[in-house]
């Protein structure tokens, strides 16, 4: 098997590929709202979501075309959400992975529309007639994704999370905060990477129980990561949920515990797992490095 | 065949029916984004596009189950992007369908939140599993819908218009605009209707060149109205566009030969239909309602 890191950087590399291949060109009209989509896709980001897809597709000898698309569908949803996030409406962020944010850059407007049209993009790639030989299953991943995306995942994850400044949250509420903002998405990423291959209920269990778990981690290291890091560590302004009196796993655990409940879901998705024994080692590669990004 | 405005009637109600129920209650978490989700989808407009979904599918024989989905999805899209286009950041506008629009209602983000959330739910009422008999039909509906929605389709028609602001247009640049901006989603509906039935090439090419002309008659008339009415009558500010110094087909025509352009277009979609004989009557009627909406 491929050194972790290589095939990080393989993945990571490929992504960008696909995802460049999939924008639309920038010289294309409308010229401004296409520049803003492939400035807010490209060039950045560690792709977590679309090691995932990699990872759980090999599980199940994916199709390398299947698991690009996938990987590219989820990688744009998470592009929009960000566009959308730094807003002056929402989070009013003028960084974002070490750049300005896309409305900084260019102008709200076009941020906006920018942001709806990368999650159209998302399923128009997904949909793409023949991307899998069986069509039923193609169908069940873009329900899967725009699940997700939807009220009840993702975006519904930001409504909570708008409705959450200046409250106490306990921490069940706000782990149903991340369960839909962070965690329906790199669940759907690991799910999707699992439906590009062999139909295997086992494996869809495991990976399933995997993505759960470090959903949820990833959202904890990201809330310690924000609590002790500066901007330019961190590509995106640091202390901001703190400032904004936004609840997280740092504040409402203190960062010692947050740190223990980081690693405790770590060992929850290596034992979900389990069942697979050898064959998830990828996967258990890249739990630590979720888990690992700084600390 | 029932009285036009009769049908008009049931396909309304229907329509307003399955919206109702694919819309997350308003009691679910998050609560205030499916309020807004509801708000800005539910009790009004004239749901032309649903019309017109049902209007080609019944050329074809469409199932009526896949017919009302295909409706929602495409009342989705267009409902979503009226929520984003009222945002201060592009048209800065108060008043929908006479109601105060989705940011007014409840507010900025919120109503960010819930465009994105019903674009995201457009996806899942067309991905339902078993929709059509035939998932690769099914898929190659999501692809056009997805094309339509996007950056090549409607947000870019918005893009563009964003642009022209300011800027002397010529007839032909106007009318590139507006073929994506609202074009490109009533060319969807109308083939996304002829899809939910039995194949037929003939119906499709017909339905095609007749849904071109409608989309842009549509425009055409909501310029005129624009120009001419209050805001009372409209339902929205009126006169917007001419005060946001926005190219308009009355600004570039004067209202006589936009009055004219519409009769024409009127003209080129029935002849698209010609074909297809008696079988299109309840087409031919719907561009007699679109184009009459007011005059």
């Known amino acids: 098997m491929t050194d972790f890191n290589d095939w990080v950087r393989v993945i990571q590399a490929r ?17 401004r ?12 980001g560690k792709r977590v979501r679309a090691l995932l897809v990699h990872a759980a597709g090999d599980l199940c000898a994916g199709d390398p075309v299947a698991l690009d698309a996938a ?20 989070d009013d962020d003028d960084l974002r992975r070490g750049k300005p944010s896309c409305h900084r850059q260019f102008d709200e407007a076009t941020a906006l529309l920018a942001g709806d049209a990368l999650q159209s993009l998302a399923f128009e790639v997904l949909s793409q007639p023949g991307l899998l030989p069986d069509a039923d299953r193609q169908l069940s991943m873009l329900h899967m994704l725009a699940q997700a995306a939807g009220s009840r995942g993702m975006a519904g994850g930001q409504a909570i999370d708008l409705e959450s400044i200046g409250h106490e949250l306990t921490q069940t509420e706000l782990e149903q905060m991340h369960i839909h903002k962070t965690g329906a998405l790199i669940r759907a990423a690991a799910l999707l990477g699992a439906h590009c291959g062999r139909e295997d209920a086992e494996v869809v269990r495991a990976v399933d129980g995997y993505a759960r778990n470090i959903g949820l981690a990833f959202q904890v290291v990201d809330d310690i990561l924000d609590g002790e890091s500066d901007s330019s560590t961190l590509g995106k302004t640091a202390g901001k949920d703190a400032a904004q009196n936004k609840p997280t796993y740092v504040t409402i655990l203190g ?33 630590a490095f979720v888990l690992q990004r700084r600390f």
């Open 15 to 31: 992504t960008e590929a696909a995802l460049t291949h999939c924008l639309p060109e920038a010289h294309i009209v409308p010229t």
């Open 255 to 287: 960062l010692a515990r947050a740190r223990q409940l980081a690693l405790e879901l770590h060992d929850n998705a290596l034992a979900a797992l389990r069942p697979l024994g050898a064959r998830a080692q990828r996967l258990e590669q890249l739990a």
């Open 33 to 44: 709202l296409h520049q803003a989509m492939r400035y807010a896709v490209l060039g950045g």
């Open 71 to 90: 990987a590219c569908a989820v990688e744009l949803i998470h592009a929009y959400s960000l566009v959308h996030d730094d807003l002056p409406c929402m």
